[in-house]
């Protein structure tokens, strides 16, 4: 008799302990999963711009954005355009070539066909053509400064610095300090200071460097969080707004963010999923506090204000 009390209480014992540790991790996993919604936001940063138009380019495939004291500077499948502030239409020409990257100074712009860079005055006459430079190039970006013209050539991973008859100055990425190219996305700027800055976007960084090369400082890392720079390669596109902040785009998730010259996250523009991801949108930005973003998914240019 005693023996079966002992082996009920035996057994009542057992089954306490096994009913204490069900509840115990039940609660640990309740408490755990509070704490994860707790710390996961409900949802993204909201963006802080919005769109104040849309421009639809109907007479050619838009790749490209560049601003000028004139107006917007548009190209791509075989055209240039500049439009108004307003968005009408001041002039088109046909380029003869596709236009993948523009530029301007003011007096002249500079397109990107590929592997030559063509030259307009600001009426839309030719003025001169330079290159090709390489068969293998793939001239991505054009920058213009005071004195030099910078042009991003993602085929052979280097950077060219021209004067302003084309002429070669000096020519960056050469082996042993070459760029991280995995696809034709490879953006460039050089201000009045002849500071080079560039993207490196197999680094997922950008590079602020002299006229010679030398690396002066660098910022960003890969990661997904909305202060780092995702996936394979980017920044795919970036402009420089005025105060020295910079717009960026990235593809494989599109979205279009501001950072400041420390490469410290300003602000959303558009959120993530706003345009097709595997395409990422060209930017520029002009003293009116617009950024446009010309989009080769729709041939659209979109232009936000903030809000």
């Not at 680094?203 to 995702?230: H, M, P, Q, S, W």
Request: aromatic share 10%.
């Amino acid at each position: 008799m005693n023996k079966k009390i002992a082996l009920y209480f035996s057994l009542a014992i057992i089954l306490l302990f096994i009913l204490f540790m069900v509840y115990d991790t039940s609660t640990r996993e309740k408490e755990a999963v509070e704490q994860k919604i707790m710390a996961t936001p409900e949802t993204e940063p909201e963006a802080m711009w919005e769109i104040e138009s849309v421009l639809e380019v109907d007479y050619g495939k838009l790749k490209a954005v560049a601003v000028t004291a004139k107006g917007i500077i548009l190209g791509g499948d075989s055209f240039i355009s500049l439009y108004s502030y307003n968005l009408e239409i001041i002039w088109m020409i046909d380029a003869g070539k596709q236009v993948f990257a523009l530029a301007s100074d003011g007096d002249n712009i500079y397109a990107s066909s590929g592997e030559t860079i063509l030259v307009y005055d600001i009426d839309g006459n030719p003025v001169d053509e330079w290159g090709p430079y390489d068969d293998s190039a793939i001239i991505t970006s054009i920058s213009v400064s005071t004195d030099y013209v910078a042009i991003a050539d993602a085929g052979n991973r280097l950077v060219f610095v021209l004067d302003k008859k084309g002429a070669l100055i000096s020519l960056v990425g050469q082996p042993g300090d070459q760029f991280v190219i995995p696809s034709p996305y490879f953006d460039i700027y050089i201000a009045d200071d002849n500071t080079l800055v560039t993207a490196n976007p197999g680094k997922r960084n950008v590079e602020f460097r002299n006229i010679d090369g030398d690396i002066l400082r660098t910022f960003g890392e890969a990661g997904t969080a909305l202060e780092y720079f995702c996936g394979c390669c980017n920044p795919s596109h970036f402009a420089f707004m005025p105060g020295d902040n910079i717009v960026t785009a990235e593809k494989g998730i599109n979205r279009i963010k501001i950072v400041d010259p420390e490469g410290i996250l300003v602000e959303l523009v558009a959120q993530p999923g706003s345009f097709i991801a595997s395409i990422p949108v060209d930017l520029a930005a002009g003293d009116n506090n617009i950024i446009y973003a010309a989009n080769p998914a729709d041939s659209k240019l979109y232009a936000f204000k903030r809000k």
